[in-house]
Every structure is written in structure tokens, then in C-alpha cells.
């Protein structure tokens, strides 16, 4: 405290000398010239950055939040060599390069992170955290207490074999382990909506290669963390031991949909779009996550199917190799009835639906002498099979009743025809004679 009442002394009587008023006026100078260069440079970042898309954008989109603080510096830093040069003091621009600074990665660090998850609650409180560490950095920096901080962070430490861990080193490492996430989940996203956009590559393809690079960027963004705070990565050894253990006992399905995931992604088997039945479950695809895929039905119901049922059980693709499917609708008519004249009438009803397809064409099959009636079919195709085929095979049903009526072609109902062969016995007579 006894250090701060020092420093805030200072300040007063530097504020009443002449020399501090040249350094506010040079700051009030420098910070003009910044904001007036800021704004024209806006502009023209601005009315390039509309005919820019990805890399670029983004870069321009950076440059833009940086803009006004890299422009403040690159003023004030040769102020601040011509001050040095004439001997004059410089206190005030000391104090506002480093906040210049710490402004910068501010603007710098929440524009990544809002990229890499997207504004959210949890997200601007996140941010207030940060700026205010950031501040606080800086502040201690200022006051000269930063050093001493830092010392007593290092000092509170323990020794886990022959590893030192000290509290600076957790700091360290929670932060690197932080920014390196962000900046990997940042670009597996970049590369990931690069990748949607490219019309040479299927979507199935396009998955697997965003979930692959995701992966390979964590794990690379996990160990050079690690490396960068100091710690041995030839320590990991035990850790990869302890979670092979855990991969035997407990964790086996897991993994397994985890390796099941990959394995659906590149053999392109199921993608996102197809129409698939898996049991009794049947809908599209909407998700190839890394553990399940997501099925939605007509019904609008998400089903989560884990990637290991995919794998070992036997799966209906409609859609694997081409989308059109044939339908087929069974009508019976009676024997006393022209089947050849049903067929053509059948035939004629399979136009009501403009989703039935005109190539292939519709057919019309007799397929059975049934125990009601003769079997009758006719086969038509369709190409929007997510849709489902509830409305086609109504519109044709009523057609083909309505069209029947018209022309008297019976649709039987069961019936048995019960044969007597021989009566029951007579029942002898009861009755009392006279």
C-alpha cells in the first residue's frame, strides 16, 4: 500500500509540472490522428470485405476490430522514441501503450471466441471474466506489482514425483489449454463450413472430413499446450495406460460408437439425407454425430440410434444407390368380374398422384387366384420417398374405388361357403301319447 500511496503522489505532482500536459496533448494528438485514419481505413475494408468470403473475410473482419487500437500504437510508439530522444518524460504514454495493448487482445480473443461457439449467455459472461483478467493484468503491470505476483504463484507449488506443479504453471496451463480449444475448434469449424460449400465432395465425405480434422485439432491443440507449459509429454504414458484400462472395463460401447462413427463416414454406407429402417424405425437422416445418428420420421421425431447398431445390425438404405422406390398396391376384385378391364382401369388411376413417376412406368399384375377374389397389383415408383407414402397410396385407393364403382367391378369382402353333408340326428319324440 505504502507502493501505491508512492505512485498516486507521483501522479499529483506530475499533473501540476508543464511537462505532463505535452504528453497528454501528444496523447490526445496521437489518439485523433488514429481515430480519423481508423475510420477512412473502415471504409475501405469495409466496401472490400463485401466481395470477400471465407479466409479472407475473416482476416479483413479482424483487421477491422483491430484496426483502431494498431493504429493508436503505431502513432504512439515513435512519440514515445522522440520523447526519449529529447529527454522528456514519457509517464503518461507508458501507461496508455500497454492498455492500448491489452485493448487489442480483448477485441482480438472475443471475436475468436464468439466464431468458435457463438454468442450465448454463457459466452458474454465468459468475456467479462477474461477482459476483467486481462484488465487486472494490466493494472498490476502499471502499479509494478506483476513480478511479485507472478514470484508467489511459482512459489506455491508440489512435487508428484519428478514433476514440479506449481500454481503460475496450473494458471498457465488452463489458459493455454483455453485459447489452444478455442483457436482449434475455430478453424475445425472454418474448415468444416469450407468443406459444405465444396460441390466435388459427397456429404457423407464432407462429414467425415470435419469430424476427422475437429479431432486431429484438439488432440494437436492438447499436446502442445501441455508442451508449451513444460510438461513432459513422455508422462502421458501412464495417463494412455490408466485409459486403456478404462477402454477394457468400462467404456467399451463408447469407443465403439465412437470407431463405428468414422467407419460409417467413410465407407459412405449412410449419409446425411438418405432414408433408412433400422427395426422398426424408419425416417432420414439428419446427423452423423460421433457416438449416434440422428433419424427424424414423419412424425418429426428424433430418434438417436447409436453408430454400433449401424455397424452389426442389418440396415434398409432406400436411398444408398437411387432414390426411386416402387410402391405396390394390392386390390382383389370378384370372379364374376373382367379382370383385364380392372387392370386397364387401375392402370389409368395411378395418375392421380403427381409424385407417381412417369419413367419407370406404372404396371399392372395379376398375381393370384385368392380364396375372396382374384389378387390384383398395380406397381408404381416415386422418387420422394422422405415424404413417406401415406397420401399416394390414399389418393390411389380412393381412386381405384371410386373408378370401380363406376364401373361395377366388385371389391369382395371374406366369405365361407359352409357345406352340410349330413344332417343332425332326429331327436326322438318325447312326448306323452293319449
Same mark, same amino acid.
Given at each position: 500500500?505504502?507502493?501505491?500511496?508512492?505512485?498516486?503522489?507521483?501522479?499529483?505532482?506530475?499533473?501540476?509540472?508543464?511537462?505532463?500536459?505535452?504528453?497528454?496533448?501528444?496523447?490526445?494528438?496521437?489518439?485523433?490522428?488514429?481515430?480519423?485514419?481508423?475510420?477512412?481505413?473502415?471504409?475501405?475494408?469495409?466496401?472490400?470485405?463485401?466481395?470477400?468470403?471465407?479466409?479472407?473475410?475473416?482476416?479483413?473482419?479482424?483487421?477491422?476490430?483491430?484496426?483502431?487500437?494498431?493504429?493508436?500504437?503505431?502513432?504512439?510508439?515513435?512519440?514515445?522514441?522522440?520523447?526519449?530522444?529529447?529527454?522528456?518524460?514519457?509517464?503518461?504514454?507508458?501507461?496508455?501503450?500497454?492498455?492500448?495493448?491489452?485493448?487489442?487482445?480483448?477485441?482480438?480473443?472475443?471475436?475468436?471466441?464468439?466464431?468458435?461457439?457463438?454468442?450465448?449467455?454463457?459466452?458474454?459472461?465468459?468475456?467479462?471474466?477474461?477482459?476483467?483478467?486481462?484488465?487486472?493484468?494490466?493494472?498490476?503491470?502499471?502499479?509494478?506489482?506483476?513480478?511479485?505476483?507472478?514470484?508467489?504463484?511459482?512459489?506455491?507449488?508440489?512435487?508428484?514425483?519428478?514433476?514440479?506443479?506449481?500454481?503460475?504453471?496450473?494458471?498457465?496451463?488452463?489458459?493455454?489449454?483455453?485459447?489452444?480449444?478455442?483457436?482449434?475448434?475455430?478453424?475445425?469449424?472454418?474448415?468444416?463450413?469450407?468443406?459444405?460449400?465444396?460441390?466435388?465432395?459427397?456429404?457423407?465425405?464432407?462429414?467425415?472430413?470435419?469430424?476427422?480434422?475437429?479431432?486431429?485439432?484438439?488432440?494437436?491443440?492438447?499436446?502442445?499446450?501441455?508442451?508449451?507449459?513444460?510438461?513432459?509429454?513422455?508422462?502421458?504414458?501412464?495417463?494412455?495406460?490408466?485409459?486403456?484400462?478404462?477402454?477394457?472395463?468400462?467404456?467399451?460401447?463408447?469407443?465403439?460408437?465412437?470407431?463405428?462413427?468414422?467407419?460409417?463416414?467413410? =465407407?459412405?454406407?449412410?449419409?446425411?439425407?438418405?432414408?433408412?429402417?433400422?427395426?422398426?424405425?424408419?425416417?432420414?437422416?439428419?446427423?452423423?454425430?460421433?457416438?449416434?445418428?440422428?433419424?427424424?420420421?414423419?412424425?418429426?421425431?428424433?430418434?438417436?440410434?447409436?453408430?454400433?447398431?449401424?455397424?452389426?445390425?442389418?440396415?434398409?438404405?432406400?436411398?444408398?444407390?437411387?432414390?426411386?422406390?416402387?410402391?405396390?398396391?394390392?386390390?382383389?376384385?370378384?370372379?364374376? =368380374?373382367?379382370?383385364?378391364?380392372?387392370?386397364?382401369?387401375?392402370?389409368?388411376?395411378?395418375?392421380?398422384?403427381?409424385?407417381?413417376?412417369?419413367?419407370?412406368?406404372?404396371?399392372?399384375?395379376?398375381?393370384?387366384?385368392?380364396?375372396?377374389?382374384?389378387?390384383?397389383?398395380?406397381?408404381?415408383?416415386?422418387?420422394?420417398?422422405?415424404?413417406?407414402?401415406?397420401?399416394?397410396?390414399?389418393?390411389?385407393?380412393?381412386?381405384?374405388?371410386?373408378?370401380?364403382?363406376?364401373?361395377?367391378?366388385?371389391?369382395?369382402?371374406?366369405?365361407?361357403?359352409?357345406?352340410?353333408?349330413?344332417?343332425?340326428?332326429?331327436?326322438? =319324440?318325447?312326448?306323452?301319447? =293319449?
Amino acid at each position: 500500500m505504502e507502493q501505491f500511496y508512492q505512485i498516486v503522489a507521483a501522479g499529483l505532482v506530475n499533473v501540476q509540472q508543464f511537462d505532463f500536459w505535452w504528453q497528454l496533448l501528444a496523447l490526445a494528438t496521437a489518439l485523433l490522428l488514429a481515430s480519423l485514419t481508423n475510420r477512412r481505413l473502415q471504409l475501405l475494408l469495409a466496401a472490400h470485405n463485401i466481395r470477400d468470403s471465407g479466409l479472407r473475410h475473416l482476416a479483413v473482419r479482424s483487421i477491422q476490430r483491430l484496426l483502431w487500437p494498431l493504429t493508436s500504437l503505431a502513432i504512439l510508439l515513435p512519440v514515445k522514441i522522440i520523447f526519449e530522444m529529447h529527454a522528456l518524460p514519457i509517464q503518461i504514454l507508458v501507461v496508455a501503450l500497454p492498455v492500448l495493448v491489452a485493448l487489442a487482445v480483448i477485441r482480438l480473443v472475443v471475436y475468436i471466441l464468439r466464431k468458435a461457439f457463438g454468442v450465448s449467455p454463457l459466452l458474454k459472461s465468459s468475456e467479462n471474466l477474461l477482459a476483467g483478467i486481462i484488465w487486472f493484468g494490466v493494472l498490476l503491470h502499471l502499479a509494478g506489482w506483476l513480478p511479485g505476483v507472478l514470484a508467489v504463484l511459482e512459489s506455491l507449488a508440489m512435487t508428484v514425483g519428478e514433476t514440479r506443479i506449481s500454481v503460475l504453471a496450473i494458471i498457465k496451463l488452463i489458459l493455454m489449454i483455453t485459447l489452444a480449444f478455442t483457436l482449434a475448434i475455430w478453424l475445425a469449424e472454418f474448415i468444416s463450413q469450407r468443406v459444405q460449400r465444396s460441390a466435388h465432395i459427397s456429404p457423407s465425405m464432407q462429414v467425415g472430413f470435419a469430424k476427422f480434422s475437429k479431432f486431429l485439432l484438439i488432440t494437436i491443440a492438447f499436446l502442445v499446450a501441455l508442451n508449451a507449459v513444460g510438461i513432459n509429454l513422455s508422462s502421458l504414458a501412464v495417463f494412455g495406460g490408466a485409459l486403456g484400462v478404462g477402454l477394457g472395463f468400462g467404456l467399451q460401447r463408447i469407443a465403439s460408437n465412437f470407431i463405428s462413427g468414422f467407419i460409417l463416414v467413410f =465407407d459412405r454406407s449412410i449419409k446425411p439425407g438418405d432414408i433408412i429402417t433400422v427395426g422398426d424405425k424408419f425416417g432420414w437422416v439428419e446427423q452423423l454425430n460421433a457416438r449416434y445418428v440422428v433419424v427424424r420420421n414423419r412424425e418429426g421425431v428424433d430418434t438417436l440410434i447409436p453408430n454400433e447398431n449401424l455397424i452389426t445390425s442389418e440396415v434398409i438404405n432406400w436411398s444408398y444407390a437411387d432414390t426411386n422406390v416402387r410402391m405396390i398396391i394390392k386390390v382383389q376384385i370378384s370372379y364374376d =368380374d373382367d379382370p383385364e378391364h380392372a387392370l386397364a382401369l387401375m392402370l389409368d388411376c395411378a395418375k392421380v398422384s403427381p409424385r407417381v413417376l412417369a419413367e419407370p412406368l406404372p404396371t399392372v399384375r395379376l398375381m393370384n387366384f385368392a380364396d375372396n377374389g382374384i389378387e390384383l397389383q398395380l406397381r408404381v415408383w416415386i422418387a420422394d420417398m422422405e415424404k413417406g407414402t401415406g397420401e399416394i397410396r390414399s389418393a390411389i385407393n380412393l381412386a381405384i374405388w371410386r373408378t370401380f364403382k363406376q364401373h361395377n367391378i366388385t371389391i369382395p369382402y371374406p366369405q365361407r361357403d359352409l357345406h352340410i353333408k349330413s344332417g343332425w340326428p332326429v331327436a326322438p =319324440d318325447t312326448t306323452e301319447k =293319449d
